[in-house]
């Protein structure tokens, strides 16, 4: 399955007026990206397009290593224009950056092709008058844009709460108003970032970015409520879903925030279970909330936590935070952790109960031969004290097993 980055919504003619206008009197192609650095408005050539600007006309947005670079220099966080530099690897020319803001809110970036990256005074002062402009002009349109996402975050905040009421009254809002069509699976995606070192109205827009795409699919009607660290994607899809295309869209979310964020957000995604009806909305968002702590915990999951895959671990990590520690580690499964060849013979034990207690496959997965395994097995039977045939203790045995895994990297995702 090709997934193709999401664009930026066109900018309005008002905005496109002033960006021709612009470009006409420097003689100088110009641009508009929103802070993501994905193109809104844009003017015609003067003969000073790169690789980088013809692609962008063509794909709506720049490659993700030309967004990683543009953010990488900082141009969010600006306090004034300045040059960038050109990357021949890239395909970029310089260019002079303006951060376009608003009472406090980065709205875009004014981009100017500047390839000797020098620029008359009267250029500068041009740009900045265009600027203003640009800034007021957007602001406007960003204060209609930012009612309707807070109507919609109310919306899929209401669907998941803890009241029944709550959820009812807003289910009828949803279904009169037409937001999330006639389709009947529900299934809800969490995606969670640490504090990083962007300021939150940067994730805010990073978030949505990488969402926006799921609102509004050919199988899916769709819902986003987004805070500074966290977004829930509500959607409801003519089918089930299976692993294979959550998995898909999970990447894709991700490729899209690591190119938008610092590597500090370090974003996981948890997936809920797929349930029938929008009424198990709410029964969805608690299992994705489940299956983002598994991403946080377990870095086997590359960031991705899938509800219907977790298994036996969706149990362990509805437990609280203070009461998954090391006392849960059953004694039999220390003592064999102390022993002298403990780490070999837990490795025996975990392929043993990993593949159902089936000595032929374990043995063909460890490359043993058999004589040799049931040796490692009778071993651990002395040390453990607990018998392998009885399916209690393999249970004991197996927990232990994975509350350890989940205790390796102690972090969790902050529910």
């Given at each position: 399955m090709t997934v193709r980055p999401q664009r930026a919504r066109p900018g309005s003619p008002g905005l496109q007026a002033l960006v021709?206008?612009?470009?006409?009197?420097?003689?100088?192609?110009?641009?508009?990206?929103?802070?993501?650095?994905?193109?809104?408005?844009?003017?015609?050539?003067?003969?000073?397009?790169?690789?980088?600007?013809?692609?962008?006309l063509l794909q709506g947005r720049a490659d993700n290593a030309t967004v990683r670079y543009v953010l990488a220099q900082g141009v969010a966080q600006w306090p004034k224009p300045g040059f960038i530099e050109g990357r021949d690897d890239l395909g970029l020319l310089p260019r002079y950056v303006v951060p376009l803001r608003e009472r406090g809110?980065?709205?875009?970036?004014?981009?100017?092709?500047?390839?000797?990256?020098?620029l008359q005074e009267q250029e500068t002062e041009a740009i900045g008058r265009a600027a203003e402009a640009m800034a007021a002009q957007m602001y406007t349109e960003h204060l209609a844009a930012d009612t309707r996402k807070s109507d919609e975050r109310s919306l899929v905040l209401e669907l998941i709460d803890a009241n029944v009421a709550t959820r009812t009254a807003a289910r009828r809002r949803a279904m009169e108003s037409g937001l999330l069509g006639n389709a009947e699976h529900v299934l809800v995606t969490v995606v969670q970032l640490c504090r990083g070192t962007e300021p939150g109205r940067q994730a805010e827009a990073a978030l949505w970015?990488?969402?926006?795409?799921?609102?509004?699919?050919?199988?899916?009607?769709?819902?986003?409520?987004?805070?500074?660290?966290?977004?829930?994607?509500?959607?409801?899809r003519e089918r089930a879903p299976?692993?294979?295309?959550?998995?898909?869209?999970?990447?894709?979310?991700?490729?899209?925030?690591?190119?938008?964020?610092?590597?500090?957000?370090?974003?996981?995604?948890?997936?809920?279970?797929?349930?029938?009806?929008?009424?198990?909305?709410?029964?969805?968002?608690?299992?994705?909330?489940?299956?983002?702590?598994?991403?946080?915990?377990?870095?086997?999951?590359k960031g991705m936590g899938d509800w219907d895959l977790l298994g036996e671990l969706a149990v362990l990590l509805q437990l609280p935070e203070h009461a998954l520690d090391e006392s849960l580690i059953p004694k039999p499964l220390r003592t064999l952790s102390e022993a002298n060849g403990g780490d070999r013979l837990r490795a025996t034990l975990r392929s043993y109960l990993e593949h159902a207690g089936s000595i032929p496959r374990t043995?063909?997965?460890?490359?043993?031969?058999?004589?040799?395994?049931?040796?490692?097995?009778?071993?651990?039977?002395?040390?453990?004290?607990?018998?392998?045939?009885?399916?209690?203790?393999?249970l004991t045995l197996h927990l232990g097993l994975r509350i350890e895994e989940l205790l390796t990297t102690g972090e969790d995702a902050g529910a």
């Open positions: 021709d206008e612009l470009a006409e009197q420097l003689g100088r192609s110009v641009a508009v990206d929103d802070p993501l650095v994905r193109m809104i408005c844009t003017s015609r050539h003067f003969g000073d397009e790169d690789p980088v600007r013809i692609g962008t809110y980065l709205l875009g970036l004014l981009m100017v092709v500047a390839p000797d990256k020098t970015g990488a969402l926006e795409g799921f609102r509004q699919t050919r199988t899916a009607h769709g819902l986003v409520a987004i805070d500074q660290e966290r977004a829930i994607l509500l959607q409801l299976g692993p294979a295309e959550i998995a898909v869209q999970s990447a894709r979310v991700l490729d899209e925030l690591t190119t938008f964020l610092d590597p500090s957000a370090r974003p996981v995604i948890g997936v809920g279970g797929r349930h029938l009806d929008l009424r198990d909305a709410w029964r969805s968002y608690e299992q994705a909330l489940v299956a983002a702590r598994a991403a946080r915990r377990l870095p086997s999951l043995a063909d997965a460890l490359k043993l031969h058999r004589t040799s395994l049931y040796y490692r097995l009778r071993q651990i039977q002395e040390i453990t004290g607990l018998d392998l045939d009885d399916g209690a203790h393999r």
